[in-house]
C-alpha cells in the first residue's frame, strides 16, 4: 500500500514540505491507545466477572476473544475500507463502535450481553488500528517526518497498554467492573470528538479492493477454529459440536487459500510464503505471539477467578507484562537501528521463555505479588523487544517492494497468534484441572454427600466454580482441590507459553541465520509500525 496518494501528479520539491497537522497526528494517537485500552483492561477483571456474572466453562474464555476475533479478521479489510473511502470517517466510526461496545458491556447483566459489547468494541477497534497509522503516515511528506509521527503512534499504543491495568485496577477495587466500561466509554467520547475536529481526511483508492471471498472464508475458518478449541474442554473433544467445528475450520482453511490465490488484491499474499525466510518470521510471530498473550491470560486467571486477588493486585501484573513494553521503547528502537532484528528476537523469545518457566513453577498458594516480578517481568522484558522486531525481521527478509505486503501479511498472522493465546491456554488449563479435580475428589475422604454436591457444580461450571464456593457452603469442602487442581492446569499453561516461545527463540536463532543481511538500503528501508495489540 502506498503511503503517498498516486493520484497526485508530480510536482517540483517544496524545499520546506508541509509537516504532519497536530490534529490529525492527537486524533490518530488518542485513537489507538483507545483501541488498546479496550482491548485490555477486561484483563483485569476476570475475578470479578466469575464473582458477578458467575461464568460457567468456556464463557470467561469467550469474554477475551470475542473482542479479539473481529481484530484479527477485520482489520486488513478495515484498511481497505479506509483508503477506499476515507480515513478520517473509519477513524470517528470505529471510535463510535467502541462507545456503543464498551456501554453495552457496562450495563450488561450476564455474559452473553457482556460478549455482544465486546465484539461491537472489537469491531471499532479493527478500524482504530490500522486507520489510525494510516493517517499518520498519510499525511507525512518526509522518511524523518513519518519516522517521528509513527513513533510518537507506536508509544501511544504502549501507553494504552500501561493504562489500561491501571483503570481495571482501581475502578474495579473501589466500584465494580462496570465502572471500568464507563471510563472507557468517556475516553472513547473524547476519541471521536477530537477526531471529529481534528483529524484530516485522506484516501488513497487506487489499486485497492476488498477481497470478499478471502473475508468471509478467514472469518468462518477463524470462528469455528477458536469454538473448537474453546469449546472442547466443556462440551468434550470428540462430542458433534466441537468435531463439525474442527472440519469447518479446515474445510474453509482450504477455501481460503483458493480464494487467495484467485484474488486480485488479496488479504494475505500467499506468494511471500514461497520465501523461506519470511516463512519462518511468519511462524515466529504467531507462536510467539501465542506465547505472550497466552501468559496474559494465564495470569490473569490465576489472579483472579483462581487466587480471588483484587483487581488492583491484579493490575500490578499486568503493569509489569504490558508496561516494560513503553519503558524500553528507547533502548528497543536504538537496537533496532544498530543490532539484525533476528539477534533482539533471538533474546526477546528466550527471556520469555524463561519468565514462563518460572512462573509455571510458583506455587499456587502462593499470593505474593513479588514472586510475581522476576517471572512476568522477564516476559514483560522480553515481550518489548520481540514486539518491536517481529516486522523489522519479516520485512527485511522480502525485496522492496513487497515490504508493505509483508508488514500487513505478519500484522495478521501476529494478531491471529494473540487471539489462539486465551482460547488454546484457556482450553488446556481447564482440561487438566477438570481431569485432576474428578480424580482427587473420587479419592478424597470427603463425604458423600460433599462429594455428590461438589461434583454437580463441577459438572456445570468446571473447577472454577467449586473454587469459588464459600467456604461454609456443602461443596465447600471441595474448595482446596479444586484449588491445587487450577494450579496445576496453569501451570501446565505457563509451561506451553515457554515451550512456545522457545521454539519460536531457535527458529530465529538457526532459521533466519542468512537474512542478517537486510534487502533494504538505509535511504529505501521502511519504517517498520507494530500495529499488533498488546494484552
Not at 520481540?386 to 500487513?408: K, Q
Amino acid at each position: 500500500m502506498s503511503l503517498t496518494d498516486p493520484r497526485s501528479p508530480a510536482q517540483p520539491a517544496d524545499p520546506a514540505p508541509s509537516r504532519l497537522p497536530l490534529g490529525t497526528l492527537v486524533a490518530g494517537c488518542l485513537a489507538v491507545c483507545l483501541a488498546q485500552i479496550a482491548l485490555a483492561v477486561p484483563a483485569t477483571l476476570n475475578g470479578l466477572f466469575q464473582e458477578d456474572l458467575h461464568p460457567i466453562g468456556s464463557q470467561l474464555t469467550w469474554i477475551s476473544d470475542a473482542f479479539l476475533l473481529p481484530v484479527t479478521v477485520l482489520e486488513l479489510t478495515f484498511g481497505v475500507l479506509g483508503d477506499l473511502f476515507g480515513r478520517k470517517r473509519l477513524l470517528v466510526g470505529g471510535s463510535v463502535l467502541v462507545v456503543a461496545g464498551e456501554a453495552v458491556s457496562a450495563v450488561s447483566g450476564g455474559v452473553h450481553l457482556l460478549w455482544v459489547g465486546q465484539v461491537v468494541s472489537g469491531l471499532g477497534a479493527a478500524a482504530l488500528f490500522p486507520t489510525s497509522l494510516a493517517m499518520i503516515a498519510a499525511g507525512t511528506h518526509s522518511h524523518r517526518d513519518r519516522a517521528r509521527g509513527i513513533t510518537v503512534w507506536a508509544a501511544a499504543l504502549s501507553t494504552g497498554g500501561f493504562v489500561a491495568p491501571v483503570i481495571g485496577g482501581v475502578t474495579g477495587s473501589h466500584d465494580s467492573w462496570r465502572a471500568a466500561f464507563v471510563v472507557v466509554v468517556v475516553i472513547a467520547v473524547a476519541s471521536t470528538v477530537v477526531s471529529l475536529l481534528g483529524a484530516a481526511d485522506s484516501r488513497a483508492p487506487e489499486g485497492r479492493s476488498l477481497d470478499l471471498g478471502g473475508q468471509l472464508t478467514v472469518g468462518i475458518g477463524l470462528f469455528a477454529l477458536l469454538y473448537a478449541v474453546i469449546q472442547g474442554p466443556t462440551d468434550g473433544w470428540g462430542s458433534t459440536p466441537v468435531v463439525v467445528a474442527f472440519v469447518v475450520a479446515a474445510v474453509f482453511v482450504v477455501l481460503f487459500v483458493v480464494a487467495e490465490r484467485r484474488a486480485r488484491s488479496p488479504l494475505l499474499r500467499l506468494d511471500l510464503f514461497a520465501n523461506r525466510a519470511f516463512a519462518v518470521a511468519s511462524v515466529v510471530a504467531v507462536v510467539g505471539m501465542f506465547s505472550f498473550l497466552g501468559t496474559a491470560y494465564a495470569t490473569s486467571i490465576r489472579l483472579g477467578p483462581v487466587q480471588h486477588q483484587s483487581p488492583l493486585r491484579t493490575s500490578v501484573a499486568f503493569l509489569l507484562l504490558n508496561g516494560l513494553t513503553l519503558v524500553l521503547a528507547p533502548l528497543t528502537s536504538r537496537l533496532l537501528e544498530r543490532v539484525s532484528g533476528r539477534w533482539i528476537l533471538t533474546v526477546g523469545l528466550a527471556l520469555m521463555a524463561a519468565g514462563d518457566f518460572l512462573a509455571a513453577t510458583l506455587p499456587v498458594e502462593d499470593r505474593a505479588l513479588t514472586s510475581l516480578v522476576l517471572p512476568l517481568g522477564l516476559v514483560g522484558a522480553g515481550f518489548a523487544l520481540t514486539v518491536s522486531s517481529i516486522t523489522a525481521t519479516a520485512v527485511n527478509t522480502v525485496p522492496v517492494h513487497y515490504a508493505g505486503m509483508a508488514s500487513a501479511s505478519t500484522s495478521l498472522l501476529r494478531d491471529f497468534g494473540f487471539t489462539l493465546g486465551p482460547a488454546v491456554i484457556g482450553a488446556v488449563a481447564l482440561s487438566r484441572a477438570g481431569s485432576l479435580f474428578s480424580s482427587d475428589l473420587r479419592h478424597s475422604a470427603l463425604s458423600p454427600q460433599v462429594k455428590a454436591a461438589a461434583a454437580e457444580v463441577a459438572a456445570e461450571g468446571g473447577p472454577l466454580a467449586v473454587n469459588s464456593v464459600p467456604a461454609t457452603a456443602p461443596p465447600g469442602g471441595a474448595a482446596p482441590l479444586a484449588l491445587r487442581a487450577l494450579g496445576h492446569g496453569y501451570a501446565l499453561g505457563f509451561t506451553i507459553c515457554g515451550a512456545a516461545a522457545l521454539v519460536s527463540c531457535l527458529l530465529a536463532l538457526i532459521a533466519l541465520r542468512r537474512t542478517d543481511t537486510p534487502h533494504h538500503t538505509d535511504a529505501t528501508a521502511p519504517t517498520a509500525p507494530e500495529t499488533a495489540p498488546a494484552a
